[in-house]
């Protein structure tokens, strides 16, 4: 069973940066290869979105347009670690932030919605002060 670990949330000033983290225990010889991995937030009150993707075999990613380029996906192949660098972060960017994964043969679209992730982290809080 796949199990996903998101870590590095943390309260920060509007202006400043964060590194999450994502990775997974109960994956095969091949880590995160065939599988892609998406970054979703969800803030109070809010549904869940789509931030980005990563296709981890071929290193495709996909990024949300509202993210204005802000925030960009990178790895540790060697550790199975993703990471979301989320720099001139905003008050509208306090969310919790959830790292899912699915194994894929394709690509990865920012447009898969959360249904489409069988295996989910429990998430990390991010909260950005104005």
């Known amino acids: 069973q796949v199990q996903v670990v998101e870590s590095g949330g943390g309260l920060v000033q509007a202006g400043e940066s964060l590194r999450l983290s994502c990775t997974a225990s109960?994956?095969?010889?091949?880590?995160?290869?065939?599988?892609?991995l998406g970054w979703f937030r969800q803030a109070p009150g809010k549904d869940r979105e789509g931030v980005s993707c990563i296709n981890w075999r071929g290193g495709y990613r996909d990024y949300a347009d509202f993210l204005k380029g802000r925030f960009t996906l990178s790895r540790d192949n060697a550790k199975n670690i993703l990471y979301l660098q989320m720099n001139t972060l905003e008050p509208e960017d306090t969310a919790t932030y959830y790292c899912?994964?699915?194994?894929?043969?394709?690509?990865?679209?920012?447009?898969?919605?959360?249904?489409?992730?069988?295996?989910w982290g429990q998430g990390t809080q991010v909260t950005v002060s104005s």
């Open positions: 899912a994964a699915r194994k894929t043969t394709n690509s990865c679209s920012v447009s898969w919605g959360p249904t489409s992730y069988p295996y």
């Open positions: 109960g994956l095969s010889f091949d880590g995160f290869d065939g599988y892609a």
